[in-house]
């Protein structure tokens, strides 16, 4: 099993690509996935080790919906 960190500014970055992209509402922690992906997406090494590429299909988890 691997885990990766991602920045507060990571998490705030990835809840507007979001927030813009979708009709989904979430919380910064809700979007960390999201956030993982798009620094994965934006990393040589990491788009190598999980062979990320234009024709990949990636399953993404939000996990929390906003407050109301």
């Given at each position: ?10 998490l705030d ?30 990393s040589d ?24």
């Open positions: 099993a691997a885990s990766m960190g991602v920045t507060d500014a990571e970055a990835a809840l507007a690509v979001l927030t813009q992209a979708t009709d989904l509402r979430s919380t910064v922690s809700g979007a960390a996935g999201l956030a993982g992906l798009l620094g994965s997406a934006r090494d990491l788009r190598l080790r999980y062979d990320l590429n234009a024709q990949s299909n990636v399953l993404l988890c939000i996990t929390e919906g906003a407050a109301p």
